[in-house]
């Protein structure tokens, strides 16, 4: 008795026997091979290829005839015809199997592939979105029989998809009709359900075969920046990114003033919401614009955020997050509809995802970096530090993971900073002084060049040398303590003290010059005690949070440190020790992960499996709150100094041993600071 053919598909290696006959893609859905299909196996959606391999397989056993597969048929000429087939390309729902065969799936066929992308981040993005498009061909209405369009498309999608309960929003089933009759009973729907949700969800629907494409937003809602990236639902590929500032500043730059700013003012709560929910409109809508895309084909958004920035989100007014216990008003993850969030620069049915918070004071972006940075399966012991207005640090591996924000202040963005700006062309990046000149050097975004390098001030003509943005200042500070023009209390030295005449008094105190542009119009950069004081206050909290943590654990060092946020990519790491941002640890093993926040939203965003995964990661974070632990104090104190009071940090080369503290009239470092009554 003849045997029925054997399939054996790559790359996954699934196998069976399969009547002669049977379509290689329902072949490979019954072995639970990953391979697409929006059309439902009518030939047009071309989802489905496949590539057939000939000849001798002694791996798998097999030896495959040139007529293993049936011959083309009139679909397969037609749609090549048309569009065009790549050689030895065949439709998965159109070839039957004949005799044995071995199949490739390519990467393009398969729903749940791995897309590696370069542009918002290096990362994998694991495709298993929850909104996807479905192709069906609904009956006709009979007279005999007083079922609805909504009940046989629901039929339909039943008996083609396995798609169960269906949820239509009123928008939609006033839709139905005239998309059905238009597509002459034929019909696209973009369907949506994620792992919470027991029904699919209707989100849109085209008369006809659909090939448009879906889209949603990963957006990283920071209380400095709102940062969000337009993805293609089918590949993640990332079709824009942008950034904003978060309106919600004028009412306060940290977290704390906002919260006061609600406390203090009826309705303030509501007017920040107000002014975030426009901010995000303008986003999308600009978004849609730059990738090209109708903000109709925006289906989904993801947020992460921080508690406060959470419930300003929502309309929910933050008092009680100002105070112990620090009480949110739920947790848990949030699934709503975009017109929930007046998020109007989008498909009206668009489903909004927001990550679960971890803590009162430990939020959704905080969960974002767990799931982006996978402490939990470290083998070596890893501190992750999301650097921004607020810190989200995570200590962990395999064993437990820690979890702790620290208020830094938005000094690390270049806010509070006398001549910081935002990473922009024309702000200085890059800084290095040499200690024995004291001279700098020094670069600005837009410009790959030094500033001593021939051509420097050709190629920043157009940007100018505008300020110093965050990642510029940490540079600029560590390279002041290590050319000794500032000591380890935080101290500028006078010109006397250090030699230079670019440390130039400004008050009571003194300041280096940077950069001096008034002879061209341009601004003086200068780095000021009032700076170097704004980044010992942020540095300190970071490092008290990290400690607090290491506390916890009972460690006193770390395996690794990994640098992320929307700057940590271009926080270089000898320059983050010497400032004592971090606690020591070997510099190759100090890494940068990029807007770590932003990729585990994008991650979540094209990944149902993903939310799955940090929900249920969040329950095992330990969680510490830094406002109420009382060593956090004597950690902050003690991180005060340049790189740190007590802690060694035998990674670093020995640094300068000057003090600047004449104990006169200068104002000293860190609580030796004296005000005059
Ligand atoms: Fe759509 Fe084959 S499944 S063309």
Redo the contacts with the bound molecule.
Sequence with gaps: MTQDPLVIFTPSGKRGRFPAGTPV?TAARQLGVDLD????????????QITPSYGEFPKHGVTVRDDALSEWNAVEARYDEKRGLAEGRR????ATLQHDVVIDVPPESQVHRQVVRKAASTRAMVMDPATKLYFIEVPEPDMDEPRGDLERLQEALAKDWGIGALDAPLPLLRKLQPTLRKGGWQVTVALHKDHRDSAHRLIDLWPGYHEGRLYGLAIDLGSTTIAAHLTDLRNGEVLASAGLMNPQIRFGEDLMSRVSYAMMNPGGDLEMTRAVREALNQLAGDLARDGGIEPEQIVEAVFVCNPVMHHLLLGIDPVELGQAPFALATSDVLTLGAADLDLTAANGAARVYILPCIAGHVGADAAAVALSEAPETSEDLALIVDVGTNAEILLGDRARVLACSSPTGPAFEGAQISSGQRAAPGAIERVEIDPVTKEPRFRVIGSDLWSDDPGFSEATATTGITGICGSGIIEAVAEMRLAGLMDASGLIGSAEQTGTRRAIPEGRTHAYLLHDGTADGGPRILVTQGDIRAIQLAKSALYAGARLLMDERGVDKVDRVVLAGAFGAHISPKHAMVLGMIPDAPLDKVTSAGNAAGTGARMALCSVEARARIEENVGRITKIETAIEPRFQEHFVNANAIPHATDPFPHLPDLPDVSFNTGGAAEGGGRRRRRRA
């Design positions: 893609l299909s929006v059309c439902g196996g009518r030939g047009i959606c071309s989802k489905c439709l998965g729902c159109q």
